[in-house]
């Protein structure tokens, strides 16, 4: 690996995402490929294809309940969390749920611009999305950060509306509008790198990102694992946003240490 912790920590904390060249090992690589390749023939009760304008793929599972069984050893084994921690700065990590993408067969639609955060139901210092992807892609072809935007308001979701990247998910009006980025991409300052597998993207769930399109003859194997620590609260959002866990709702309010057995505890504790 070619890069420094402590320079991954500050990177992290300032732009709310780190590129981690060559993270995982081949072995570390080789399990998540196993657990992608489990949720692609496990489907959950959340599949779906998310809606183009063309005959390309691409599909999604997300909060899949029996990831917790199958991917249980893989987090286990995975350098993942400890990398979490180092990034935060604290000892504890969780495993929040996991989501998988297939796009292939076409010239697919870009991943709308977005904040993972409007779509969950947890805030704070400690959380991170790990990216990872299993065919080479190149900087254009990759995933897209605006960095620092972590720091910035938390806008509404996207609909993944076919005509408007832009359409809110919720009603009520409590967060603002996304801003049109791809139309206006001279106006941001945008972040991607050439990806390889064993590379090792990490965000923050508050950070802007959106991910290119797929063409004819490509194909793009999405994992990505999303972990929080320590520092994190329930925040109430519209519609009982996610992760889709049972009763968690009923059993935090808001304010609340963001904590339930269900979570999947990773911390690598001195005995």
């Not at 832009?166 to 001279?186: C, F, H, V, W």
């Amino acid at each position: 690996m070619s890069w420094n912790a402590e320079s991954a920590r500050e990177t992290f904390a300032r732009d709310g995402v780190v590129f981690l060249p060559q993270a995982l090992s081949p072995a570390a690589l080789e399990q998540a490929r196993k657990a992608y390749e489990w949720s692609l023939t496990n489907p959950g009760p959340l599949a779906s294809k998310i809606p183009q304008k063309t005959d390309a793929l691409f599909y999604q599972d997300l909060y899949n309940p029996g990831c917790r069984d199958a991917y249980r050893d893989m987090l286990r084994a995975s350098p993942i969390p400890a990398l979490c921690t180092d990034l935060w700065g604290t000892p504890d990590c969780w495993f929040m749920y996991e989501q998988v993408f297939l796009k292939e067969g076409g010239e697919s639609r870009r991943t709308p611009w977005h904040q993972d955060a409007s779509y969950l139901c947890v805030g704070g210092k400690d959380l991170a999305v790990a990216w990872i992807t299993f065919d080479p892609l190149s900087k254009e072809d990759s995933l897209e950060f605006i960095p620092g935007s972590h720091k910035g308001p938390l806008y509404d979701g996207s609909r993944f509306d076919v005509d408007d990247d832009t359409a809110p998910l919720y009603t009520s009006g409590q967060m603002p509008r996304l801003p049109d980025i791809e139309k206006n991409r001279r106006d941001y300052e945008i972040v991607s790198w050439p990806i390889q597998p064993g590379d090792l993207v990490i965000f923050h769930t508050h950070t802007l990102h959106g991910g290119a399109p797929t063409h004819t003859g490509a194909r793009r194997r999405t994992l990505t694992l999303r972990f929080f620590g320590r520092e994190c609260i329930y925040e109430n959002r519209e519609r009982q946003a996610g992760p889709n866990v049972p009763g968690l709702h009923k059993r935090l309010k808001p304010g609340d240490a963001f904590r339930d057995d269900w979570f999947m505890d990773l911390a690598k504790r001195a005995a």
